[in-house]
């Protein structure tokens, strides 16, 4: 039994999600840890809520809310979303937690009694009537490099550019509107990452199953221009980590917090401890996942995450592991995707132009969705929704070649047979020759879901589910059933035998349907070891029933409504 630990990138609280999000992280590793407690292995699934920085402190002021409250009931929703889609995480989290607060001041006491933290005074905005420094979204202005009027201080979003707030043109705060700014000294921690990077060089070429997406993004940071430049841990906010070193006060950085992004990666350890204090369980529980000196030398970590996040995952994080010291646990492996895009464009909050999370669970159960986005996921490029393709997709895999074999086969059972398993003489050579097909499709199916080829394992089930129309339409039970009533029940008994077989093996994509199929089969969810004896499970007397239609069709008039309901306004 392996043990596998699995981290989502961590969605920011502030807002609904969309689709495209939903498949650049989480929805993907939820297949990958499905896949592996079904093989028998031992996971720990862990995401959480990204809850520092400025946006969450202007969305919560926009709301009218404290921004914890405002995190906490943002958090609640969109666990309440992950419910919905499926989501299998041991353990939701939130990087607001008392467990993140303590391990991020951890690193950070280590980080510098290595040497890696440089104290830096440096000159912010400090806005006289907020009475507060303005860093990051709580600056506006013009770009300098395009003329956008609406940058932030952080970047532009028009030209993309990434900006300091020091570098808009005609400045204003974000908060107040006030241009009674000026430029104040203000003293932060730096974390020296320029001095780890050899090591992070010699780790990323360790790396060799690496995808290249992967490893020439962290190369490109490593070595373009002046490479790797240190970074800013800090901020003068009131929201987020306060800083410390380990737990003591850190002289000269009152009142000042953390930096998101140093604080939320390590928020997948925090979220690790937070399910062992949820759960009852020990600090020992969370550290043999986390600590190579306490258990998790045989663990494998993989990151599932969107390409703008590489960088942050290939050289951030690791430095700041790297930099404490300490045994922990560094990614294994890294399956990193490109964007989907929506209808023609770009999914926008903005111009509520594309389907959000809550919206998709309001229109059509999840396990539409999921195999859509899964067997369409952005891997090797970028992909588009278009709803055309979503019908056809669920019309034709799911409904008339996986709803339709279920349907067909056990009503008409029942019907002729009664609602149990008939017997009728063993397997012939039309059974057998669809035995050697799936077995060779199983053993396609299990290589792509263990090295995370999501598209072709997509093929692979469609392909199986295919194998199963193909044997009924051959073998026609139905016209044989008056000639001939043995040869007709032994074709049945193979085709009930392929509904807990298609259950078990399509579960990580479509889990409500694989319980449909087990519930209605009475079948155990046991992983087939081979094809043959999975097809023999079930034996002749054994009782099932009927399940409901399993996936109804999308019509062209739904197809056509849904569509401009959702294309926002331009
Ligand atoms: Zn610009």
């Keep these: 039994m392996a043990r596998i630990l699995i981290t989502s990138a961590i969605p920011y609280i502030n807002g609904i999600k969309h689709l495209g999000n939903l498949v650049g992280s989480q929805l993907p590793a ?9 093989r028998g292995n031992e996971v720990m699934f862990i995401c959480a809520t990204d809850e520092h920085g400025t946006p969450a402190e202007l969305a919560a002021a926009k709301a009218g809310k404290p921004v914890e409250e405002y995190c906490k009931d943002m958090h609640a929703v969109q666990s309440e979303l992950a419910e919905g889609f499926r989501l299998s995480f041991d353990h939701y989290g939130r990087s607001s937690s008392q467990r993140n607060h303590g391990l991020t001041q951890h690193f950070a006491g280590k980080l510098a009694d290595a040497g ?16 507060r420094f303005l860093p990051d979204r709580y600056i506006e202005g013009t770009c300098p490099n395009c003329g956008s009027e609406d940058a932030r201080g952080d970047q532009c979003e028009v030209c993309t550019k990434q900006l300091d707030p020091t570098d808009l043109i005609n400045p204003r705060s974000a908060i107040s509107g006030s241009t009674d700014l000026e430029v104040r000294e203000t003293k932060h921690l730096y974390l020296r990452q320029s001095t780890l990077r050899d090591q992070l060089d010699q780790w990323i070429d360790s790396k060799t199953d690496w995808p290249v997406l992967t490893t020439s993004i962290a190369k490109k940071w490593l070595h373009d221009g002046d490479g790797l430049r240190d970074r800013g841990i800090t901020r003068d906010l009131d ?28 928020e997948y350890i925090a979220g690790t401890a937070e399910w062992a204090d949820a759960n009852g369980k020990t600090d020992a529980d969370w550290e043999r996942w986390w600590r190579t000196d306490k258990g998790a030398e045989d663990v494998k970590y993989v990151q599932f995450m969107g390409k703008d996040n590489v960088p942050f995952h290939t050289l951030s994080f690791p430095a700041t592991i790297m930099g404490s010291g300490e045994p922990w646990k560094l990614v294994d492996y890294i399956k990193s995707f490109n964007y989907l895009n929506y209808d023609g464009g770009q999914f926008s909050t903005s111009k509520g132009r594309g389907v959000f999370m809550d919206q998709a669970l309001s229109i059509l159960p999840s396990d539409y969705w999921r195999w859509w986005l899964l067997s369409h996921v952005p891997e090797s490029s970028d992909s588009e929704f278009t709803w055309d393709n979503f019908q056809t997709s669920v019309n034709k895999d799911l409904a008339d070649v996986l709803g339709n074999f279920v349907s067909r086969i056990t009503k008409f059972t029942r019907s002729k047979f009664g609602e149990e398993i008939p017997a009728g003489p063993a397997y012939g050579p039309a059974e057998q020759a669809v035995i050697d097909a799936l077995q060779t499709r199983l053993s396609a199916y ?4 263990e090295t995370m080829e999501i598209r072709k394992a997509a093929n692979e089930l469609r392909a199986i589910w295919t194998l199963g ?11 044989k059933f008056k000639e001939d009533p043995e040869a007709a029940a032994t074709s049945v008994r193979f085709a009930l035998n392929l509904i807990p077989f298609y259950a078990v093996l399509s579960e990580p994509f479509i889990p409500d349907a694989a319980d449909t199929m087990l519930t209605a089969m009475n079948a155990p969810s046991n992983w087939p070891t081979d094809a043959a004896s999975a097809l ?29 309901r959702f294309a926002g306004k331009s």
Excluded: C
């Excluded at 299990?446 to 879901?449: E, I, N, S």
């Design 116 to 131: 890696l933290i440089e104290e830096i005074i440096e000159t912010q905005i400090y806005s006289n009537t907020d009475g």
């Design 239 to 266: 929201w987020g980590i306060p800083v410390k070193r380990g737990t003591e006060d850190w002289p000269g950085m009152e009142g000042k917090v953390f930096y998101v992004w140093f604080d939320a990666p390590i």
């Design 30 to 38: 939820d297949l990958y840890a499905r896949y592996n407690r079904a």
């Design 446 to 449: 299990q290589t792509f879901m």
């Design 469 to 479: 129309n193909e044997y009924l339409q051959d073998a026609a039970p139905w016209s």
């Design 536 to 564: 023999s499970a079930l034996p002749a007397g054994h009782a099932f029933t009927v399940p409901d239609v399993m996936f109804a069709k999308i019509t062209d008039d739904a197809r056509d409504d849904m569509q401009a």
